[in-house]
């Protein structure tokens, strides 16, 4: 069953008190504080949004694999209904801790859901769309996950992917991280996303388009050009397009995907 949150009055900042200050944990400042680039947080998101369908944005978002809930309180605040799942328990106290330190997200469109993704406490079609943002490299078996996300669906909804690529497993800071990790958790993974692997899958279980990829430059990986070369590229001059497309399919297989399921109307 959801929980819903409870809205509060945000106290103007400059007045709030030392014991509401104190209690802000440090999840509620999150993506922004945590290390991770901004520039990154917030394309991936915008890229996220514009593959919404705008015909069924009134049907509740499933934010999967939530976090701290960041991406459930961006859709707050753009008026989505959104169900903010994830494993940890500890996802609701950070999500009324960000409705009580600011007004403008509306509490009555945001509810919280304690679960393991591979079997989601959900009826079957009940959301329009879910958001999978860094979520499903740490699932532990894909075909189950989409057997999942199919069922919850509405017929016509559709499901948004951001994350890492084929050598995400093998990458240094990965393996360095997952050491670090099993420390708390032994059953953490980290595993990478294969685009034909997922494809076959999304297939299987129903969704008979498969993906459809969304091939994006990166803040951290983007070419720039001079006015003269950027000129040459649009006129046409080989050498410079191949490099960009090279370079525009490189990240987008091995490094960072952007894809979308749609379930059959």
């Not at 106290?11 to 680039?37: H, N, Y």
């Amino acid at each position: 069953m959801n929980t819903p949150i409870a809205h509060t009055t945000q106290v103007a900042l400059p007045g709030v008190s030392q014991a509401v200050q104190s209690s802000i944990i440090p999840e509620v400042t999150e993506p922004f504080l945590s290390g991770r680039a901004s520039s990154r947080l917030l394309f991936d998101f915008s890229v996220m949004a514009s593959l919404l369908k705008q015909s069924i944005l009134k049907e509740p978002v499933l934010d999967f694999g939530a976090g701290t809930g960041w991406i459930s309180e961006f859709c707050c605040r753009m008026g989505l209904q959104v169900v903010s799942f994830d494993i940890d328990k500890n996802l609701q106290v950070y999500l009324e801790k960000r409705v009580l330190m600011d007004h403008r997200i509306d509490g009555r469109l945001l509810s919280f859901a304690l679960g393991d993704g591979h079997y989601m406490p959900f009826e079957s079609g009940r959301f329009g769309h879910f958001l999978c943002y860094d979520t499903l490299h740490h699932m532990h078996d894909y075909p189950q996950v989409f057997l999942e996300f199919f069922r919850i669906l509405r017929k016509g909804g559709r499901g948004i992917f951001v994350e890492p690529g084929a050598r995400h497993s093998s990458s240094p800071e990965t393996i360095a991280f997952v050491e670090a990790q099993k420390k708390h958790d032994p059953n953490w993974i980290e595993r990478d996303v294969v685009l034909e692997e997922i494809d076959k899958i999304a297939r299987e279980v129903g969704f008979k388009k498969g993906l459809t990829i969304v091939p994006m430059p990166h803040p951290s990986n983007l070419i720039e050009y001079s006015v003269d070369d950027w000129t040459k590229f649009r006129a046409g001059e080989t050498l410079k397009q191949l490099k960009f497309t090279d370079h525009l399919s490189t990240i987008n297989y091995w490094d960072r995907v952007i894809f979308y399921v749609d379930k059959p109307e």
